[in-house]
């Protein structure tokens, strides 16, 4: 049996995750978190053999998240479930230590074969994974100046760029306005940018949202 801990901040997401997976035999949901905190607790306590984590958390993010997990049980697989598009958000977990990344779009068809593998010690890569790390290997030695910002900041750049309020962005992440404006600095810093239209711009450009 592969016992599933599920990371999801929305129930109705856990609780659609645990419809597909109820008449799988050889899969069970036996535990369930809300956020980070909560995650790393019941890994303390509990034995499992996959966690399906989101990325995006209140607090603190799912890539956050799973660099933590991976630090006090580095051989407990972790499937990133995301609404985020492969593209965007697959390498950087990958890299991160997570065994396969999953949209949310696609979990109904390949949740279950995803579970499996990831639990199997192998990863889960879709092609179109596959295909942007092969892109990777094939970057020029001077990558794109958005690869220089931290998780955190990579999430507040895609949120700005999607339209968010400072306010929204902390309302979404459980951080203070003035935090998500200080990423935001840092974030024009790193990208030598002077405001959000420029922003905005640089994350079309560099297909980092979705038009």
């Keep these: 049996m592969i016992h599933v801990l599920i990371v999801d901040d929305h129930t ?4 659609g995750i645990k419809q597909l997976l109820e008449d799988t035999p050889d899969i069970r ?6 956020h980070a905190a909560e995650m790393l607790r019941k890994i ?3 034995h499992f053999d996959v966690v399906v984590l989101d990325i995006s958390l209140p607090g ?3 890539v956050e998240a799973l660099k933590q997990l991976k630090s006090i049980k580095p051989h407990l697989p972790v499937l990133i479930l995301s609404m985020y598009p492969e593209d965007q958000y697959a390498l950087r977990v990958i890299k991160s230590g997570a065994a396969g990344y999953l ?3 696609s979990a109904p068809g390949e949740l279950e074969t995803a579970i499996r593998k990831v639990s199997a010690g192998k990863r889960y890569i879709s092609s179109k994974v596959a295909d942007t790390l092969a892109d990777n290997l094939n970057e020029p030695m001077e990558k794109p100046s958005y690869k220089s910002l931290s998780d955190r900041e990579f999430e507040v750049l895609r949120r700005i760029a999607a339209g968010e309020t400072l306010t929204q962005i902390s309302q979404s992440l459980s ?3 003035k935090t998500i404006s200080t990423y935001r600095t840092r974030i024009l ?3 030598n940018l002077n405001n959000n239209s420029e922003l905005i ?4 450009q560099q297909r980092l949202v979705d038009l």
């Design 29 to 34: 949901v036996s535990g369930e978190a809300e």
């Design 201 to 204: 711009r640089y994350a079309i």
């Design 103 to 105: 949209t949310k779009e």
């Design 189 to 191: 810093n790193k990208l």
């Design 12 to 15: 109705i997401v856990r609780k």
């Design 60 to 62: 603190r993010s799912g």
């Design 175 to 177: 951080l203070s306005v």
């Design 44 to 46: 303390h306590h509990h």
